[in-house]
């Protein structure tokens, strides 16, 4: 059974740091291409950042110079580390796993409210 379980979603003030992880089981993990992505009542998901199986990354606009995202291959895990938070990095972030073939995995998501 594949399971992508987020974690260290929270409360923190503008200009706050936090740190998701994602923990994947039951896939090849080094196979899979890793995203996180965000979500607002009302709008859709939307791409926050992602990392290839090489290891190249990409950002949406909006996180870049704050956020980075990184994984180990060896513990099946993905962070997001993001600085310099700001009221509009509120949303529900969701871990994602898509192999080359387009089969796609989701987390259930943990909630990041930036707010003072």
């Known amino acids: 059974q594949v399971q992508l379980v987020e974690s260290g979603g929270g409360l923190v003030q503008p200009g706050g740091s936090l740190r998701l992880s994602c923990t994947a089981s039951?896939?090849?993990?080094?196979?899979?291409?890793m995203g996180w992505y965000r979500q607002t009542p009302g709008k859709q998901r939307e791409l926050v950042a992602h990392?290839?199986?090489?290891?190249?990354?990409n950002y949406t606009d909006s996180v870049k110079g704050r956020f980075t995202i990184s994984r180990d291959n060896a513990k099946n895990t993905v962070a997001l580390q993001m600085n310099s938070l700001k009221p509009e990095d509120t949303a529900v972030y969701y871990c994602?796993?898509?192999?080359?073939?387009?089969?796609?995995?989701w987390g259930k998501g943990t909630l990041v409210t930036v707010s003072s």
């Open positions: 039951g896939i090849a993990f080094s196979f899979y291409d």
């Open positions: 990392i290839i199986r090489g290891g190249v990354v």
């Open positions: 994602n796993a898509k192999r080359f073939d387009g089969i796609n995995y």
